[in-house]
């Protein structure tokens, strides 16, 4: 019974020691808490609804302009793959809760706080509950900007804060130069990022305590800071423009390793650095034939596959057919199948064989070259046809039917009016299923118009209909976000069917603008009327691009809307969350990500480790940056880490 006893008594006590030492970070193995980070905000989001995350939009009559910085961290979070919320201080309060998860623990493994402490009142500026979750709950802290001037948020960063300055661009003061070296600076020491012209740069007057690293100085004042408040908890500070983000890669360079640093580790998506998409626009889209500014006739297959198919197949590339599956037939004066309208001849002379173009069509998904997505939803028009001043179904084409007004379909600009919800998201669920059973496959990608109300607000019916990006957009049912960053998203060209059509002596074809111009006589006598963009039936169009990276909108939606998550297991074990619907790109396709490890967090592994994907274990060699593949298919997959 002693012998027992003592067994106990010691193992309780290797117990506590245990747990002494996770809580104070001096454990063997990395503590690993969410992989999630916390946005924290004061008035920067133009939606009172906390859905869009766009440039601007109208409310009541007045227009709200959305600040940059806000977006510009959302577009870097979101691209790279970082999982986050929101907590807008407008709205919101600083609870203790708001930190943590249903079962009172962390939730967070970093906050970056950007809310200016000037328009916080009461308990929105409640610093303590920020100081509570960094100190009692172990969430790292990065700051941006010169919103640190609150002294509870100074003091959790190390500075001696003083004041804020304006600084005239181009100034020789006006230059963040790195000056130390640290595992956040590793390759930047030295290099000077300077303000620009009209550049949103506020400095930061203070000084950093002993127990600070000052990294970079704007001037004489350090503007990038690190603070280990524990082995596993990190503060850091990046001054600079509110826009810098945005101009500069080497500011967002800092950003990454600063969360890398901060959580431990890091997993992001990095395949869109030289991304590049292709887009044709409006094939099956009955304005061709009844437009008087946007007139041409339908494209055969034999041109489709000469000038388009064949040459992607070659290069093995892949282009984006925005179709529009709703044809609106002013014979039936209703909304048909495109592909089934018989053979014939417009009122301007050029034949319409809608039904060569779907073999064309037909032909390059068959071969894997076309992507067919949605364009302007379903038919590329208004959704109201009758009312006045209409009907269009029987105006004459040099009347009411040449307003191009008509020819849109997110917004009724005919009658400068949001379409009535019910009905945007009809055309959202019909556009949808009318690709499906015209060509068996499920758009992802749609035309959305930022809201102009919390009424009308097309992102959020284009989720709700089952859409998941749109050029410059992720369009999900957390949040609707445009994209402020355009180095970071996949560089897009558009062009139309037009662009294919050869090129006559009966056309006219310049800009929209110039176009509007026309005399409507001109316009009536020609074959040919609209806007070339480039020259199809030449190589130049796919030898110039050759060296990108061509993918399509499936891809680009299936790295948006991966969900990853972490599991504690005495390594790292991450989770791929690939949603059957929204990342079926990877069912077929392998994935790829890049981990970054920290310098503790490394140490804490060792540089050999069992790696497996799936449950397939091997011996890997670690270092601080690797890329991970993850093979075809969907579901959850796994990627786990252990010491050898």
């Not at 068959?366 to 590329?380: C, L, N, P, S, Y």
């Not at 009966?506 to 800009?511: C, L």
């Not at 396709?589 to 799936?614: A, C, H, I, N, Q």
Request: hydrophobic share 40%; proline share 5%; with cysteine.
């Amino acid at each position: 019974m002693r012998t027992k006893l003592i067994v106990v008594i010691s193992l309780t006590l290797l117990l506590v020691v245990a747990i002494s030492d996770a809580i104070a970070g001096n454990s063997s193995q990395p503590i690993l808490r969410p992989y999630r980070v916390l946005v924290v905000i004061g008035n920067q989001w133009n939606d009172p609804g906390s859905y869009r995350i766009d440039e601007q939009t109208q409310l009541g009559g007045r227009r709200f302009e959305s600040n940059k910085d806000f977006r510009d961290v959302i577009t870097m979070l979101k691209i790279w793959g970082i999982p986050f919320d929101i907590l807008r201080l407008d709205q919101q309060r600083l609870q203790i809760n708001r930190f943590l998860n249903g079962t009172a623990e962390p939730n967070y493994s970093c906050l970056i706080w950007m809310a200016n402490p000037d328009c916080l009142e009461e308990f929105s500026a409640n610093y303590e509950t920020v100081r509570r979750a960094v100190e009692e709950y172990g969430i790292s802290l990065i700051a941006l900007f010169d919103h640190v001037a609150a002294p509870e948020l100074s003091d959790i960063l190390g500075i001696e804060y003083q004041s804020v300055s304006d600084q005239t661009s181009g100034s020789i003061n006006a230059a963040l130069k790195i000056s130390r070296e640290h595992f956040i600076t590793a390759g930047a020491v030295g290099k000077v990022v300077n303000a620009e012209a009209q550049s949103e740069l506020r400095i930061v007057r203070c000084a950093a305590r002993p127990e600070t690293i000052a990294l970079g100085t704007i001037g004489k004042y350090p503007q990038l800071v690190v603070r280990d408040i524990s082995e596993e908890t990190k503060a850091v500070w990046i001054g600079g423009g509110r826009d810098w983000f945005g101009k500069f890669p080497e500011m967002r360079q800092l950003f990454r390793k600063a969360m890398v640093y901060s959580i431990g580790y890091g997993l992001f998506n990095d395949n869109f650095e030289n991304a590049f998409i292709f887009i044709m626009d409006d094939m099956g889209a009955s304005e061709h034939a009844y437009s008087l500014r946007w007139h041409y006739p339908t494209s055969s297959k034999e041109d489709i596959v000469k000038y388009l198919v064949e040459p992607l197949e070659k290069y093995g590339f892949v282009m984006v057919q925005n179709v529009t599956p709703g044809y609106a037939n002013p014979v039936t004066r209703m909304v048909e199948n495109p592909w089934a309208i018989d053979k014939f001849t417009d009122p301007f002379g050029n034949v319409q064989d809608y039904g060569s173009t779907k073999e064309g069509l037909d032909e390059g998904l068959r071969r894997g070259v076309f992507e067919i997505q949605a364009h302007r939803v379903w038919t590329h028009m208004t959704w109201d046809l009758e009312s006045p001043p209409g009907p269009w179904w029987d105006a004459p084409i040099d009347g009411e039917r040449a307003h191009s007004d008509w020819y849109q379909e997110t917004y009724d600009e005919r009658r400068n009016r949001p379409v009535p919800s019910n009905d945007m998201l009809f055309l959202y669920k019909v556009g949808r299923n009318a690709i499906e059973r015209q060509f068996g496959v499920t758009p992802l990608a749609v035309t959305i118009r930022p809201g102009t109300s919390l009424e009308h607000d097309n992102g959020r019916l284009a989720a709700i209909a089952g859409y998941g990006v749109g050029r410059w957009h992720y369009i999900g049912t957390d949040y609707n976000i445009q994209f402020s960053i355009p180095k970071m998203y996949p560089e897009l060209f558009s062009c139309h069917d037009l662009d294919l059509v050869k090129k006559t002596n009966s056309e006219i074809t310049s800009s929209i603008k110039n176009l509007s111009q026309t005399p409507t006589a001109a316009m009536l006598s020609a074959k040919v009327v609209g806007e070339r963009r480039i020259d199809l039936r030449k190589m130049d169009w796919i030898e110039s691009n050759k060296n990108k990276l061509w993918i399509g909108f499936n891809e680009y939606c299936a790295y948006l809307h991966t969900r990853i998550e972490v599991i504690p297991n005495g390594g790292l074990k991450m989770l791929f969350n690939y949603d059957p619907h929204y990342c079926r790109h990877f069912a077929g396709k392998p994935s790829k990500w890049t981990l970054e490890l920290s310098e503790r967090y490394l140490k804490k592994l060792g540089t050999k480790v069992s790696f497996s994907l799936d449950g397939k274990m091997e011996l890997r060699s670690l270092s601080e940056r690797q890329s991970i593949t993850i093979p075809p298919g969907i579901g959850a997959r796994s990627m786990q880490l252990l010491p050898d």
